[in-house]
């Protein structure tokens, strides 16, 4: 396993990390998921991530539970605040309410005395970002919360966030999370530029594209039954298209000479960025984590790139 700075921190996270969004604490039994969080420690994860929403705060439980075996200090872990944690009206959003009580209890679940590190997961527009990180800046000064990030925020967003940041001398947002992929590449136009100028890295989810880049779905097949999209998963479903299958199937022919697996080359075709962190996997079974973590470290040869490049425009 490679490690890598988070944006411009000291903190070395590695290259590949485990979150448990839709998983823990949900459709997969406990037992699976600790096995697949120890196996990840094994393989030299070190860096793990989870949100208050996921499940209700289940998926925290889970993963607290599963990691209380390992010594705080050998990892990295995050957590998040925005979403809809119950029915009043301040039981969501970024106001100073809700982010104070909300890491109050996620560090209840977690069963810890602090998080590595906290994201707002989305932006909040009823919130000005002055009250925002005025919390979150107060939670770094009681030792809560030791990094602070974004997820799925615009570049003008982060770009405002660290101006006022600098000038009211808070903590800044250090790492954004956003959907990159292959076949989500929202984020090379805009979002990367500005990170780099800020010295903010990326930790990205849905590397995988939902696992359409593993390529177990296959244009004109049936989609299998133990697969995400046979969860009624619209968003899922509506980038089963034939334009993508078609290159899923091209993208298997690099992957195949570099002698790498599809998820593999997905993977190590996202970490050929500087500017991410880390790629964010999930996993139902430590097998999956095995065969992803082999794509650390891995340089992909400028042919391979080139015609990724081809086969993806």
Known sequence: MQY?????????VSEISLGSWLTYGGYVAEKNAEASIDKAYELGINF???ANVYMRGEAEKVVGRALRKYPRSSYVLATK???KMGDGPNDQGLSRKHIMEQCDASLQRLGLDYVDLYYCHRYHPDTPIEETLRALDDLIRQGKVLYIG??????????EAIHLADQKLLDR????????SMLHRNIEQEIIPVSEKHGIGQVVFSPLAQGILTGKYKKGASIPSDSRAAQDNINLSRKLTDDNLERVEALKN???NENLSLAQLAIAWILRQPNVSSALIGASRPEQIEENVQASGIELSPEALAKVEEILQ
């Open 150 to 159: 974004v997820s799925e925020w615009t570049a003008e967003q982060m770009t």
């Open 81 to 83: 605040v925005f979403g």
């Open 173 to 180: 947002i250090v790492v954004n999370q956003p959907n990159y």
């Open 4 to 12: 890598r700075h988070l944006g411009n921190t000291g903190l070395k």
């Open 48 to 50: 793990f991530d989870t």
């Open 254 to 256: 690099v992957a195949a």
